[in-house]
């Protein structure tokens, strides 16, 4: 459909869900639309679809092409995870459409692409209002523009309408918008927000601005967030907090992660043991390449933590028994499904957790890995430290600062 054209929400509706190939995954069953700033219009955010019998979201910026034959998306994978409307979000079909305005009903929203960076957008441009006359068996129609309808978009506060706009936002860029907000407005905003989308912000921002801006919440936000973060983060960002905050946090948290975090504490900040994470893959001897891949596979694992499998002597949590050794993603693509990693492990460097984090660094780069085992005296796995990690320690905690700085600069 040509830029300019409008399209009717009530059409894309029954559109079906085509993957990258044009195969039906799925069909469409709603819009989700945020309200736009000052002076902009509503835009589409994302679409809700049922796809294997699930209600799931689909991110408008994963869709390459809106036809009369579908919603095809860009690529291969979807995202199946059960669709939950946030606060600030609007669904066209549930919330807009039979909506009473005076004398008159909402029967359709027109949509209309605009040009945008990185890519063109879907707005609402027009509402499609009935009006029923009793001397008429057929309802009369207009169409007006959507500013003249501004309650039928309005939300709860702004900042949930802010909080809804920046839901397809990498965090890194939530978090620059973020740090141009005045602290008021930062705390609100990150009211708005749901838990796990501000853990992922938060773990963004250097510790001594999460501090300031989680303060704000009540106890129990407060741990439902933290339990969204990965417990380096959490120990890092409560290291920064006073002895009597983290007391309180840690009575309040889950026992078995408390005493995670409690270990994380114990280390200095620039040393293996402060910069490492509990929260990697391990396996065990007789598990195979295809456990492992299953567990490479989860979309939650993050990138340099997918990379390899840790293969260990039960237990498999830390510390964990005996350390054997690294199965790389690269090597367990190349063997058989059925084979045990005990069969394909790589002795790869370890360190200890006092080890200095620029030692680790160096370990890093000489050995090309992503991440690094950390084991104790006693040749039991404690966690990894990952490229990522030790990046963001060496290049200090204003680099995120500069580096938006840059941007905008070019």
Not at 24 to 44: C, E, F, K, T
Not at 206 to 221: C, F, G, M, Y
Request: glycine share 6%.
């Amino acid at each position: 459909m040509a830029s300019g054209d409008l399209i009717y929400a009530f059409r894309v509706m029954r559109l079906p869900l085509l993957d990258a190939g044009g195969q039906a995954i799925g069909r469409l069953q709603d819009l989700v639309v945020v309200r736009g700033r000052a002076g902009q219009a509503p835009r589409v955010v994302g679409f809700v679809a049922e796809s294997q019998r699930r209600r799931i979201f689909v991110n408008a910026g994963r869709v390459g092409e809106l036809t009369s034959d579908g919603v095809r998306l860009r690529s291969w994978d979807v995202d199946l995870n059960p669709f939950t409307p946030r606060r600030g979000e609007v669904l066209i079909g549930q919330d807009l459409i039979d909506v009473r305005i005076g004398d008159e009903t909402v029967s359709d929203i027109g949509l209309r692409w605009v040009e945008g960076v990185p890519s063109p957008r879907l707005e609402i441009a027009k509402v499609r209002l009935a009006r029923r006359n009793m001397l008429r068996r057929r309802p009369s129609y207009r169409l007006v523009d959507y500013d003249e309808v501004p309650a039928l978009f309005a939300a709860p506060t702004e900042m949930e309408a802010e909080a809804a706009r920046l839901r397809d936002m990498h965090p890194s860029e939530v978090a620059a918008v973020i740090r141009a907000l005045p602290l008021p407005q930062r705390r609100q905003l990150a009211e708005a927000m749901d838990d796990e989308r501000l853990a992922d912000v938060l773990e963004e921002l250097p510790e001594a601005e999460q501090v300031r801006i989680v303060e704000a919440l009540d106890l129990d936000r407060l741990i439902g967030v933290l339990d969204e973060m990965e417990l380096d983060d959490l120990a890092d960002l409560l290291g920064e907090m006073t002895q009597q905050q983290r007391t309180l946090i840690l009575e309040a948290m889950d026992a078995e992660d408390a005493d995670v975090v409690r270990r994380l504490l114990s280390y200095e900040a620039a040393t293996a043991g402060g910069l490492m994470s509990p929260e990697i893959i391990i396996l065990g001897p007789s598990s195979t390449v295809a456990d492992a891949l299953a567990e490479i596979r989860d979309p939650h694992q993050v990138v340099s933590i997918a990379a390899q499998v840790f293969v260990c002597q039960a237990p498999f949590k830390p510390p964990t028994g005996k350390f054997l050794g690294t199965a790389h993603v690269q090597r367990l693509l190349r063997e058989p499904p059925r084979m045990e990693l005990e069969r394909c492990v790589s002795l790869d460097p370890v360190v200890a957790p006092g080890t200095p984090d620029r030692h680790v660094a160096e370990i890093l780069a000489s050995y090309d890995m992503v991440a690094v085992a950390v084991c104790d005296e006693g040749g039991h796995l404690l966690g990894a430290v990952t490229i990522d990690d030790v990046l963001d320690r060496l290049l200090g905690t204003g680099w995120r600062q500069r580096h938006r700085h840059a941007e905008s600069a070019s």
